[in-house]
T-cell receptor, first 110, second 119 residues
């Protein structure tokens, strides 16, 4: 089956630092989403990004579908950015399944 | 828009009892709802997919008689953990995908999760 790999698994930042999270996938996918799971467990949709680049405030994401990877950029990190970041992909033809990566656990210290 | 709620947010029950968890799409109609399970410091594991008015499709290894899923309307799905045991303790999260969301019909929106503890 398709493999979704995220790196790094853990990341510690000082407030104000920038970071890049990576998501590699082993096969062609229909769509890709990035989520932030906050410390209370709520998953928050960050980006729905099958290809191209999108920006939302301090966050931006780029997906290069032909090279099977996506990047999530966090600029000027804040303590509220702490949590786990997941990427998840839809299988071609399997519109009912999101396959999640293992996540990147981010801790931002003041 | 695209808000999904879950109830209860946490529940403690005794071994052998059943627990029902509700998942509602508040501002859109969910043609498909999904139930996930998450263990501490792990990723989400899909348990089952339910389409309104039809039987749920369970992932391999998930006991359909233990985890009963009902998707009776376009805004409500329920997960009932029957005869719960301590190993069923986990964080259960639902998500919904539906019509009228405007951003493409594949995007899923997640509920806040339900933390189940079986004693």
């Amino acid at each position: 089956g398709i493999q979704v790999e995220q790196s790094p698994p853990d990341l510690i930042l000082q407030e104000g630092a920038n970071s890049t999270l990576r998501c590699n996938f082993s096969d062609s996918v229909n769509n890709l989403q990035w989520f932030h799971q906050n410390p209370w467990g709520q998953l928050i949709n960050l980006f729905y990004i099958p290809s191209g680049t999108k920006q939302n405030g301090r966050l931006s994401a780029t997906t290069v579908a032909t090279e099977r990877y996506s990047l999530l950029y966090i600029s000027s990190s804040q303590t509220t950015d702490s949590g786990v970041y997941f990427c998840a992909v839809w299988l071609p033809g399997g519109y009912n399944k999101l396959i999640f990566g293992a996540g990147t656990r981010l801790a931002v210290h003041p | 828009g695209a808000v999904v709620s879950q109830h209860p947010s946490w529940v403690i029950c005794k071994s052998g009892t059943s627990v029902k968890i509700e998942c509602r799409s508040l501002d859109f109609q969910a043609t498909t709802m999904f139930w996930y399970r998450q263990f501490p410091k792990q990723s989400l594991m899909l348990m089952a997919t339910s389409n309104e008015g039809s039987k749920a499709t369970y992932e391999q290894g998930v006991e359909k008689d233990k985890f009963l899923i009902n998707h009776a309307s376009l805004t409500l799905s329920t997960l009932t953990v029957t005869s719960a045991h301590p190993e069923d303790s986990s964080f259960y999260i639902c998500s919904a995908r539906g019509i009228g969301q405007g951003r493409g019909s594949y995007e899923q929106y997640f509920g806040p999760g339900t933390r189940l503890t079986v004693t």
